[in-house]
Every structure is written in structure tokens, then in C-alpha cells.
């Protein structure tokens, strides 16, 4: 988690400090959603970033933050440092020190995304439940958002 936190706070840094300042608050306290489409939004309605079909994960600018690669794991787009990976089962993911971070509940076309406690943080479409890890990029409030 450690870790994690470290990379996203690089993240922060790397963003261009005026889209910072102009970028509304989002709240990242309620869940977030990745629609069917790929779009992250906040509970508010805010465009936190997208994740592509080919597991892309961008910042609502459109720039690439990090990525899936073909074994499940997170990793920074930027330094090609390991962020973490997803667990066999498709339906936990693991942070950088192999600790749980999120997990997915299946539902009917969309899956829950619980983060240890077993608190509900996110909803991502079924289609795209490999892709509930984008939100470890997004949920510690490291990435600016847009209306």
C-alpha cells in the first residue's frame, strides 16, 4: 500500500500543476464506477480517467498512467514499476507487497468493488472487472477530475 501510495504521489507530481489548480475537487470518499464504456466517475459525476478495452488506464486528460499487462499486473505507465497484479481468481487485487487492496463481487452485468473491510468503493461493468485494479490509480485522490 506503501508503495502504491509513493507511485501515485509521483503521479501528482507529474501532472501539469495549472490542470491541478483549474481541476474541481472530486469525492472520493463515495464509489466510484467504470462504466461499460470504460469511463471512471466519482459519485458526484466527475470523470476521474478511463480503462480501455486493451487495459489502458488514463487520467481524464487522456493521458496513459498505467496498464495491465498480459499476466494481471498494475503497472505505471511512466516508470514501468509494478503497482500490483491481479489474484488467479480474477476477483482480488493485490498491491506491489502482495497485500489484498480491492476485491470484486459479482453481480448480474456489474461487479461490486469492496476494498479489505469489505466496503464497497466502486461498481465496474462485468465486461471490465479485470480492470476494478484501475481504481488504486484514482481512489487516494492523486488524480485530478473534470465535470
Not at 499476466?71 to 507487497?97: P, S, V
Request: glycine share 8%; proline share 1%; charged share 25%.
Amino acid at each position: 500500500m506503501r508503495t502504491v501510495r509513493n507511485v501515485l504521489a509521483l503521479f501528482l507530481i507529474l501532472v501539469a500543476l495549472p490542470t491541478l489548480l483549474s481541476a474541481q475537487s472530486a469525492n472520493y470518499k463515495q464509489p466510484f464506477r467504470i462504466d461499460q464504456s470504460g469511463v471512471i466517475k466519482d459519485a458526484t459525476g466527475l470523470t476521474m480517467g478511463s480503462v480501455s478495452k486493451d487495459q489502458i488506464i488514463k487520467n481524464h486528460e487522456g493521458e496513459k498512467i498505467a496498464f495491465i499487462d498480459n499476466q494481471g499486473n498494475l503497472i505505471d505507465a511512466k516508470t514501468n514499476k509494478k503497482l500490483g497484479r491481479i489474484g488467479k481468481d480474477g476477483k482480488t487485487y493485490y498491491n506491489a507487497n502482495g497485500q489484498v487492496e480491492l476485491m470484486v463481487k459479482e453481480n448480474s452485468n456489474t461487479c461490486d468493488i469492496l476494498d479489505t473491510n469489505g466496503k464497497k468503493i466502486g461498481n465496474v461493468h462485468a465486461s471490465l472487472k479485470g480492470s476494478a485494479c484501475a481504481l488504486a490509480c484514482f481512489q487516494e485522490k492523486h488524480i485530478a477530475a473534470k465535470k
